[in-house]
């Protein structure tokens, strides 16, 4: 009898533990099918977190974007050539106030032409002309008016460096020309720069830009041997 009522009990143990598996089993299942639990919510009083990126973060402009160069500007950031231009009819201006041109010491009303002669050697050509008398060295590009008492009146230079200038480049540095005139086919543009001298620029009509400039002392042209 109490190995029966034994059996009994054993039997109805393992027929529970059966059930429970098989429940535990089934609840696995099923909870795959359930929706995931909601977010966590932020407190209040808590910055939010952005998961866009920062301003910082975004891509640099590319290089077609970047501005352009400021006009008239270089990679050395040297002047641009109308600066250029400027600089060098500045430059001649300046020379013209002490009665020079560039290329040459000897200023027009100061030099006596037999020195000048003593140290650069003959002229070319040595010729009267306008007046007075003209000594042209064409190696240097420069010629000299003097008088009949060697006294230098007019210097002029023919740099090729002057002869790419153009009137509107001289009209930008200088402004308009106190006299303009002409001579053949040529025009020529009078600056006064002081008591003393004058600045011409001639102007040749083939090019439109300078042939040669002049230094040029009026008082001075003259002969002084004169009786």
Same mark, same amino acid.
């Given at each position: 009898?109490?190995?029966?009522?034994?059996?009994?009990?054993?039997?109805?143990?393992? &027929?529970?533990?059966?059930?429970?598996?098989?429940?535990?089993? &089934?609840?696995? @299942?099923?909870?795959?099918?359930?929706?995931?639990?909601?977010?966590?919510?932020?407190? #209040?009083? $808590?910055?939010?977190?952005?998961?866009?990126? &920062?301003?910082?973060? $975004?891509?640099?402009?590319?290089?077609? *974007?970047?501005?352009?160069?400021?006009?008239? #500007?270089?990679?050395?950031?040297?002047? #641009?050539?109308?600066?250029?231009?400027? *600089?060098?009819?500045? &430059?001649?201006?300046?020379?013209?106030?002490?009665?020079?041109?560039?290329?040459? @010491?000897?200023?027009?009303?100061?030099?006596?032409?037999?020195?000048?002669?003593?140290?650069?050697? !003959?002229?070319?050509?040595?010729?009267?002309?306008?007046?007075?008398?003209?000594?042209?060295? !064409?190696?240097?590009?420069?010629?000299?008016?003097?008088?009949?008492?060697?006294?230098?009146?007019?210097?002029?230079?023919?740099?090729?460096?002057? $002869?790419?200038?153009?009137?509107? @480049?001289? *009209?930008?540095?200088?402004?308009?020309?106190? *006299?303009?005139?002409?001579?053949?086919?040529?025009?020529?543009?009078?600056?006064? %720069?002081?008591?003393?001298? $004058?600045? !011409?620029?001639?102007?040749?009509?083939?090019?439109?830009?300078?042939?040669?400039?002049? %230094?040029?002392?009026?008082?001075?042209?003259?002969?002084?041997?004169?009786?």
């Amino acid at each position: 009898m109490n190995q029966t009522k034994r059996f009994k009990q054993f039997a109805i143990g393992i &027929s529970f533990a059966i059930a429970l598996s098989l429940t535990a089993c &089934s609840n696995k @299942d099923t909870g795959a099918d359930q929706a995931p639990p909601p977010a966590t919510e932020i407190p #209040s009083g $808590q910055p939010e977190t952005s998961t866009s990126p &920062s301003p910082s973060a $975004q891509p640099s402009a590319l290089p077609s *974007e970047q501005p352009d160069e400021k006009p008239g #500007s270089n990679d050395s950031g040297k002047p #641009s050539s109308g600066s250029e231009v400027g *600089e060098t009819i500045s &430059s001649v201006y300046k020379l013209a106030k002490e009665g020079k041109v560039p290329g040459s @010491d000897y200023a027009a009303h100061i030099a006596l032409y037999d020195e000048i002669e003593k140290k650069w050697g !003959k002229p070319d050509t040595n010729e009267a002309a306008g007046k007075g008398i003209y000594a042209t060295y !064409k190696d240097k590009g420069i010629t000299f008016g003097y008088n009949k008492g060697m006294l230098v009146f007019d210097v002029r230079s023919y740099s090729e460096k002057l $002869q790419g200038i153009t009137l509107k @480049d001289i *009209e930008i540095a200088l402004g308009s020309a106190d *006299e303009e005139t002409v001579n053949g086919t040529d025009a020529i543009y009078t600056y006064e %720069v002081n008591d003393q001298y $004058q600045l !011409k620029f001639i102007m040749a009509e083939a090019t439109g830009k300078v042939d040669h400039i002049s %230094v040029y002392c009026p008082q001075d042209a003259k002969n002084n041997m004169a009786g």
